[in-house]
C-alpha cells in the first residue's frame, strides 16, 4: 500500500471510524494515524458517550439574545427596538415583534413574579 493510499483510507474512514481499526488496517500506530489525520485538517468522531442521546444543553434551546446598539430616539428608525435603556437612550437592537426585539418583546410579555 503506498502512502497516498493510506492517505485516501484516512481521509475516508476517519471521521466514521475508531482510530485503533484505521491504524489496524494500515498497520500503523493509532498515533500516526492521529498525526496523519491532523495534517490533512481531518477531526475525529466524537466518541459517543451514554447511548445516542443528546444532552440538554443546545445553545439553540436558549432564549436569543439582541445586540444592543444604544440610539436616542430621534435616531431610532422604526426596524428598531424601542425599549428604553437609561437615560434617554433605546434599545436600537433590530426589532422583531411589535416595536421591540426579541430579547425585549419577551421581556415585555413575561409577567413579573
Ligand atoms: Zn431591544
Redesign the pocket.
Known amino acids: 500500500m503506498t502512502r497516498d493510499e493510506m492517505r485516501e483510507i484516512v481521509r475516508r474512514d476517519y471521521t466514521d471510524r475508531v482510530v485503533r481499526d484505521i491504524a489496524d488496517e494500515l498497520g500503523l500506530s493509532r498515533s500516526a494515524v492521529i498525526g496523519m489525520a491532523h495534517r490533512m485538517g481531518l477531526r475525529a468522531r466524537r466518541p459517543n458517550r451514554g447511548g445516542n442521546g443528546r444532552r440538554g444543553e443546545g445553545t439553540s434551546a436558549r432564549a436569543p439574545m ?1 445586540v ?1 446598539r444604544p440610539q436616542a430616539l430621534f435616531d431610532l428608525h422604526a426596524g428598531a ?1 424601542h ?1 428604553p435603556l437609561a437615560g434617554d437612550l433605546f ?3 433590530p ?1 422583531t415583534r411589535e416595536h ?2 426579541a ?2 418583546w419577551r421581556r415585555a410579555h413575561v409577567r413579573r413574579g
Open positions: 439582541s444592543i427596538c425599549w434599545c436600537g437592537a426589532a421591540y426585539c430579547m425585549h
